[in-house]
């Protein structure tokens, strides 16, 4: 079975841009959830999708978006970029989200860099 | 979620147990301990998770102590693809419909020497 994939892996952009990140989930899976992860504040949860909809959102700002479609596949959004955007933003599948021994899969990562 | 304490830094060598600790004095009765391991450039690792007793996998060991408030886990013949960054985590089981998020703290960052 395909593990989850993120795409692209590596991402250039200059300040005031904006951005669109892709997930793909594990098979069968129907929960997403996004992290951002920066060597000074360690891994941060973004927010979380199941069945299209947003269960859950970390600390972040509305520049930070994101969609789930019917398929699970999962999007998310920054606008406006900032220097300190510049981050592995990772996602993770997990088959069903109200499960406690679930655990979550986590993909490769995006490499964002904001020049 | 209850706070996790970790050294920041662990050294082993190769084909000897590597025993990481884990400090959680805070954890409540509902929550689970997880441990992940994030090897450089790649996304985090799902390893063991355990909720009172102690639990065995393919990958390692989880020694959760009869309190709760600390854990261990244990690679029993460390290698050198070993070397990452373990997190501790604890989380309540039953996300209730809401907060399955998993907090990471900094981890320990384990090095496996030939």
């Known amino acids: 079975k395909a593990g989850v994939t993120q795409t692209p892996r590596y991402l250039i952009k200059t300040r005031g841009q904006q951005v669109t990140l892709s997930c793909s989930p594990i098979?069968?899976?129907?929960?997403v959830s996004w992290y951002q992860q920066t060597p000074g504040q360690g891994l941060q949860f973004l927010f979380e999708y199941f069945s299209e909809t947003q269960r859950n959102k970390g600390n972040f700002p509305g520049r930070f978006s994101g969609r789930q479609f019917s398929n699970s596949r999962s999007e998310m959004n920054v606008s406006t970029l900032e220097l300190g955007d510049s981050a592995l933003y990772l996602c993770?599948?997990?088959?069903?989200?109200?499960?406690?021994?679930?655990?979550?899969?986590f993909g490769p990562g995006t490499r964002l860099t904001v020049l | 979620d209850a706070k996790t304490t970790q050294p920041t830094s662990m050294d082993c060598a190769e084909g000897r147990a590597a025993n990481l600790p884990c400090n959680h004095s805070t954890i409540s009765g509902n929550e689970y301990v997880y441990w992940y391991r994030q090897i450089h450039s790649q996304g985090p690792q799902y390893i063991i998770h355990g909720l009172k007793n102690n639990e065995t996998n393919e990958m390692a060991s989880l020694i959760i102590t009869e309190d709760r408030k600390s854990s261990t886990l244990i690679l029993p013949h460390a290698t050198l693809r070993d070397t990452a960054v373990y997190y501790c985590?604890?989380?309540?089981?039953?996300?209730?419909?809401?907060?399955?998020?998993?907090?990471f703290g900094k981890g320990t960052l384990l090095t496996v020497n030939p």
């Open positions: 993770a599948s997990s088959l069903i989200p109200r499960d406690s021994y679930n655990e979550q899969f």
């Open positions: 098979s069968g899976h129907r929960s």
């Open positions: 985590i604890v989380r309540v089981g039953k996300s209730g419909g809401s907060n399955y998020k998993l907090t």
